[in-house]
């Protein structure tokens, strides 16, 4: 057995460093459920994927994914839609992408 877990206590996620101590009172709680073991060294990246995953706000990432954003290089005349905000994100593709102003 794993010496730590990420448990669902009801609608809460919450960090359990000592399992071992804590197994008994997780497995006789109906509203504890353990979603995963894990080591130490993997216990705050574990919590964190599951308190995003859990808690995800999916009327705002609906809002979030459909809007699209507008660019334009003055210097070119040319002009970017992007699903990103920031056109950092497609520095690997666009080679003059510090020269594109937002227009929304």
Same mark, same amino acid.
């Given at each position: ?9 009801? %609608? /809460?996620?919450?960090?359990?460093? !000592?399992?071992? &101590?804590?197994? *008994?009172?997780?497995? %006789?709680? $109906? !509203? ?6 894990? *080591? =130490?060294?993997?216990? /705050?990246? #574990?919590? !964190?994927?599951? %308190? &995003? @995953?859990?808690? &995800?706000? @999916?009327?705002?990432? #609906?809002?979030?994914? @459909? ?5 334009? !290089? $003055? ?5 970017? @839609?992007?699903?990103? $905000? +920031? ?8 080679? /003059?992408? =510090? +020269?594109?102003?937002?227009? /929304?």
């Amino acid at each position: 057995m794993k010496q730590c877990a990420v448990v669902l206590n009801g %609608n /809460d996620v919450v960090k359990v460093s !000592n399992l071992k &101590r804590k197994y *008994d009172k997780i497995m %006789n709680n $109906p !509203n504890m459920k353990i979603l995963e073991e894990c *080591d =130490m060294e993997m216990l /705050d990246e #574990k919590y !964190n994927y599951w %308190n &995003r @995953t859990l808690n &995800r706000n @999916t009327e705002e990432e #609906k809002k979030e994914e @459909t809007k699209m954003h507008h660019f334009k !290089n $003055p210097k070119t005349g040319c002009s970017i @839609t992007s699903i990103y $905000p +920031d056109l950092e994100e497609c520095k690997s593709y666009i080679k /003059d992408w =510090m +020269d594109y102003v937002k227009l /929304d």
